[in-house]
């Protein structure tokens, strides 16, 4: 499909219920008026039935690893057994079928609505360090301009520096590791710290994924306390087995560092509790408690049908859906998680159908958010820069109630 710009939006309904018309122009949302009758204009997109939305962005990916669980058929289990089966399937793979993969899965994000993306990629011990790096940046280039993607060097624990010195120089943004998982997490989290302080970028670790031990999250708080730079981490899970007199000034250290904290909720799921049998834990970060503390908190999708995830979809609206149902976060907040928050941690500008916001938009055939988040529904319009770069339509037939009871 071509791409062109939309000069209005018309008829579409906004979160707080009032119907308008959404001009946009230079890549940016230009006005927002209530809703005019006059006749439509070439150019003019006819949204009535739909819902404008801020445009999803996801926090917290793996590209590298998307969309490999069928090749893999991981044995279901902890994430020591998913980094086994995928450590495993690592040494039969090369770049082009981690750019192969990572290009389906961008493809998926877009369709969804998603316009933003940060994604994990491995860097490993042993072996070429910027294989998946450079398959991801390939994939970057390629949706430059559809979809803005940042790259962590994901560093294998214990790793020698000059690995992840050589993963930045490919194309990656962030430094990122997961110390939690080294045999010394202070040192671990130290080696790689040493990195983004001193090639001044930002950095994004796996902290605290265990349900039951890791401090990541307490040091990247004493250690970057004052820097301007991006600092973000994923899971947290620990934060929510910890009592009040413990998890609240642990918060408040986070919050004054200016930490994002980002949940994973659909992962996390999956990968925590298999040892409890009884009351098992939900294993998410405790995304209300965050917010009460003021802490900048957004949720990725995480893994997509990988040995971390057989599931995933690609879409935000699954996201959302599992912090209201299994995170009892409010509707309003699960959807920020997804979109305007989760920009924020990213660093990226804010956008929303708001006069002077970025015009990355998403417009769902759907009556309110609610339901827009319960139903997923499939009809969606993507609007990235102010302009239309997706569309899927669907139609439905169901045969005659009538005619059902005439033949049962």
């Known amino acids: 499909m071509q791409i062109s710009p939309p000069i209005r939006l018309r008829g579409v309904a906004l979160a707080d219920g009032s119907v308008v018309d959404v001009a946009l122009e230079d890549g940016l949302v230009a006005s927002v008026e209530p809703a005019s009758d006059a006749p439509f204009a070439p150019g003019d997109e006819d949204l009535r039935g739909h819902l404008l939305l801020a445009a999803p962005a996801d926090p917290h990916t793996h590209l590298d690893k998307a969309l490999s669980w069928s090749a893999i058929r991981p044995p279901s289990g902890d994430l020591p057994t998913a980094i086994a089966s995928w450590v495993e399937y690592i040494q039969t793979i090369d770049a082009d079928e981690i750019h192969g993969r990572a290009s389906r899965a961008v493809a998926e994000y877009l369709a969804n609505g998603t316009t933003a993306l940060r994604s994990h990629v491995d860097v ?218 989760a920009r924020a941690v990213m660093g990226l500008p804010a956008a929303g159908p708001e006069a002077g916001l970025r015009a990355d938009l998403l417009a769902v055939r759907a009556g309110s958010l609610a339901d827009a988040i319960a139903t997923a529904p499939a009809d969606r319009i993507v609007i990235s820069r102010g302009r239309i770069v997706a569309r899927t339509e669907t139609s439905r037939w169901m045969l005659p109630r009538a005619h059902q009871e005439e033949n049962a």
């Open 124 to 341: 490993p011990s042993e072996g070429d360090p910027t294989r998946g790096v450079r398959a991801v940046a390939r994939v970057r280039d390629e949706f430059a301009g559809l979809v803005d993607i940042e790259i962590v060097a994901l560093a294998g624990r214990d790793i020698d520096p000059a690995r992840v010195e050589a993963a930045l120089d490919a194309g990656a943004d962030l430094v990122g590791g997961a110390p939690h998982l080294a045999a010394d997490e202070a040192a671990d989290f130290d080696r790689l710290i040493g990195i983004a302080e001193r090639r001044g970028v930002g950095v994004d670790f796996h902290a605290d994924e265990a349900l039951r031990h890791g401090g990541t999250l307490r040091l990247l708080a004493e250690r970057t306390a004052g820097w301007t730079v991006t600092r973000s981490a994923g899971h947290c899970v620990r934060l929510s087995m910890l009592e009040s007199d413990e998890l609240d000034p642990l918060l408040a250290d986070v919050a004054a560092a200016g930490i994002g904290v980002i949940a994973n909720p659909i992962t996390n799921l999956y990968l925590q509790g298999w040892d409890d049998d009884v009351a098992t834990p939900r294993g998410i970060a405790p995304v209300n408690r965050l917010r009460a503390a003021g802490v900048l908190t957004a949720a990725g999708g995480d893994n997509i049908r990988d040995p971390f995830n057989p599931m995933g979809r690609a879409d935000a609206f699954e996201t959302a859906m599992l912090l209201v149902t299994a995170g009892h976060v409010p509707i309003d907040e699960a959807w920020a998680a997804v979109s305007s928050d």
